[in-house]
């Protein structure tokens, strides 16, 4: 454990892990992008990213590169650009029409195939059909689709007439939705019938219909996926194969300010409202565009990529949609979730289109980890080259599994450090170039700057922990908070108002080379005896004993050491649960690898943790159960039941 002395505004450094997987050689020296870009971007940061925007197609070059009025930025403007044609034209115009940019799988095992040049067919009858239901640019449409190709259509459809988009993830519920609707005051809706999941088809239009009521939604643009029987709005609601199939599938595009509204995106804060925010087209694409080719090293013309997150989150916006299509990607995008109609569904579909790269969330890692690695062992994987990581701190243990079971051990695994406000990638490795280390996202891109500073905003020192902050301004930043300036000035930037940085709301240390290690959300460190410690740590701490699968850990009130630690896990598939002893072995084996103030005070075997739609652990809840408290506010949890579950382990797992 370290010595390092208690601080009331650092966080303990106390988990070390000295694995190192340097690139393999043959992609070092195939490498999109090489060490030199490090020099480069830093000896003239707006440069490079001017020489990075030059891999866009321009109507009328940009006059100024940069225009920071903190905390408001215009990156590339007097520039125009139409971020449709980027992701989609440009690639037919330059011969690659018959190029596969999506192939889709749903999930009953249907399929579809979509070229280049069909993409820009369907793109466009979208967009003429937009128009003839009245959309202008400027105007916001709702999305609220499952993971079909109408939502990439519908999504560029918009890009191309200039009308910023709001995609609603399809899992939300009809009052989300409204909410939405309602702050981004749009007029148009498209939606579907519904989508299948978990093997059945699941509805999407009787909420879609709830929460247009008495809104602002003058027309419904209704997909037919699942064929069943909907309510259907005579006047209001139209089908998408009656509108859109009958246009015409040229569409002459309009350019646009490269400050252009491109979309708004909702997150939702833990209490308060949600946040839209905003997005613009110039500076996004060219940080979607460069991190795309930079991190996934992306080969057009040989690889399959997969990103595995949803249409309706951040991750399906940038590296579904305008990242991988600008870079005109060969892509697989799937419907379901990976249980449907076998638990190896996954390694079926990367087996099937000989999937090359690989990107998804440490909590699918994690269930697939609990399932078993005999599963994925059935599956010929050897097609994969690169495997990608984001949305929470991946623990060691994941990543090293990821690396062995899925990437044959001989995949780099790349642990990507990003938000919904940052619109693309921040930190991570470089897959042609760093030394990789299981469980740290490393260091800040080429032309970023990012930082790890105490409670004064003065940088810590490596070996120290504390806030992570970005200190210069960056092409894909959110533009601000949809209709309210005051609260993105607020939220984001007033906490390091003095020295200017942009707050992300992450703990994160530096270790000894100055390497970057994320340390979850502030909100969720705890306070024993003095020592602040990182919920992931110790998460991390317990995932790598062989017996755990998954850990989500949090402090609850203790007397006498201010806050004691509550770890609950999921045991690896196969392993039996010793009951009193495994809790023992597990607080030993926590005590050994961080030190003994990190040990849990108790620690429960459950079956499922609670987690929010993306995948993200409620810690929040689990702090109410650890406290004996009623359960707060779980409207955005995934599924409810699962409360009900671990509440039924407490009485009989006290330790101690
Ligand atoms: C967390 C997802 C550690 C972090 C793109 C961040 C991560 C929040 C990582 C944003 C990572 C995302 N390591 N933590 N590689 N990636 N996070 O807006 O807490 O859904 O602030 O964007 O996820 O989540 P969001």
Known sequence: ????????????????EDRRFPPPSGLAAEANVTASAYAEAASDRIAFWEEQARRLDWGRPWTSALEWDPPFAKWFNGGLLNVAVNAVDRHVDAGHGDQVAIHWEGEPGDTRTITYAQLKDEVCKAANALVELGVRAGDRVMIYLPMIPEAVFAMLACARLGAPHSVVFGGFSAEALRNRIEDARARILITADGGFRRGKPNALKPAADEAAEGTGIERVLVVRRTGEAVPFTEGRDVWWHDVVDRQPSAHTP?????????????????????????????????????THHAVFDLKPDTDVYWCAADIGWVTGHTYIVYGPLANRATQVMYEGTPDTPHRGRFWEIIQKYKVTLLYTAPTTIRTFMKWGDDIPAKFDLSSLRLLGSVGEPINPEAWIWYRDTIGGGRTPVVDTWWQTETGAIMISPLPGVTAAKPGSAQVALPGIAADVVDGDGVPVPDGGGGYLVLTEPWPSMLRGIWGDPERYADTYWSRFAEQGFYFAG????????????????VDDVMNVSGHRISTTEVESALVSNPQVAEAAVVGATDPTTGQGIVAFVILRGGTADK???????????????IGPIAKPRQILVVPELPKTRSGKIMRRLLRDVAENRSLGDVTTLQDSSVMDLIAAKLPTSKED
């Not at 009331?8 to 070390?16: F, H, P, R, Y």
């Not at 992450?506 to 959300?521: S, V």
């Open 506 to 521: 992450d703990g994160a240390k530096k270790d000894g080379d100055g390497d970057l290690w994320l340390l979850g959300r």
């Open 254 to 290: 309009e350019y646009f300010d490269a400050e252009q509204p491109l979309f708004i995106l909702y997150t939702s804060g833990t209490t308060a409202k949600p946040k839209g925010i905003l997005h613009t087209s110039g500076g996004y694409l060219t940080q979607a565009a460069y």
């Open 1 to 16: 454990m370290s010595d390092m002395p208690p601080s009331k505004d650092t966080l303990s450094n106390l988990l070390a």
């Open 579 to 593: 009951g009193p002893e495994l809790a023992a072995e597990l607080r030993e084996h926590v005590a050994r690898e």
